[in-house]
């Protein structure tokens, strides 16, 4: 009788399926650069050699790449095949941000409920101190100094509680698309900076979708991301209607009869 080969992994399949597994999770994000390989090597219990060795494996996955200068970088393969092409058709048609916004809430209002009823500590630590930040530069209010902070913490917030979702897929598309949608979110910001009631609707909401989280009430934590993308899609309506009314008055202007 033949007995069937027992298959050995290598150790550095073990290290490169260990890294891998921490570019899905979130862990590793696009563009962070690896932990100098001493380090690395130690906090893993793994020679360098092996780690070299599974690291050269991603790099020929394209997963990691090194750079001039030294060290080496999770790349956004994962992403870029989403963004390229949305990030064009978005500022071309215009009229899809709708369609957009709904995919968003469908999204972001399901990694919420998963947040809230998955979240281990560290997560709540971390959603509380990206939610501690978007409130610090908010309370500043729509000041143009501070604006672009303003647009990176509020993205943080969302990121955060998307990664707390444990959900390979929920985490890595939503990072996706808040870069395809960061002008688009800025727009809204802009808009909303001209009106102080809408503008402290939003810190509401904010400490609605966190308040939720925290709480680890699952049904809340929906419901408060849905109300803040009704919010959004109102605003972004207005913002439209806005620039129309706009747009027909330069043109009245500019067909008006000029005085003799």
């Known amino acids: 009788m033949t007995m069937a080969k027992i298959a050995v992994q290598r150790l550095s399949d073990t290290i490169a399926h260990e890294l891998e597994r921490r570019i899905l999770e979130g862990a590793l994000k696009p563009g962070d650069r690896l932990q100098p390989e001493r380090e690395l090597a130690a906090e893993l219990g793994v020679s360098r050699p092996s780690l070299r060795e599974a690291i050269q494996k991603l790099v020929s996955k394209g997963l990691l790449h090194s750079r001039q200068g030294g060290g080496t970088y999770v790349t956004d393969r994962l992403d870029a095949g989403f963004t390229d092409p949305w990030g064009e058709m978005l500022r071309q048609h215009p009229n899809i941000q709708v369609d957009l916004l709904e995919f968003r809430g469908m999204l972001e209002s399901e990694a919420a409920a998963l947040a809230a009823r998955r979240a281990t500590d560290a997560d709540i630590q971390r959603i509380g101190e ?52 960061h002008d688009h979110i800025d727009r809204n910001l802009r808009h909303l900076r001209r009106l102080e009631d809408d503008w402290q609707e939003l810190r509401e909401q904010h400490a609605a979708i966190w308040d939720a989280v925290k709480r680890r009430d699952p049904v809340a934590a929906q419901a408060a991301v849905r109300r803040h993308m009704t919010f959004v899609e109102e605003s972004m309506l207005a913002r439209a209607q806005h620039e129309e009314r706009e747009s027909r008055a330069r043109v009245t202007r500019k067909l008006a009869p000029q005085g003799a």
């Open 130 to 181: 990206a939610y501690a930040r978007v409130e610090r530069l908010f309370a500043q209010g729509p000041s143009a100094e501070v604006f672009e902070e303003q647009v990176r913490a509020d993205l943080a917030f969302h990121q955060a509680i998307a990664e707390a979702a444990h959900n390979v897929m929920i985490g890595h598309l939503t990072a996706s698309l808040f870069r395809v949608t």
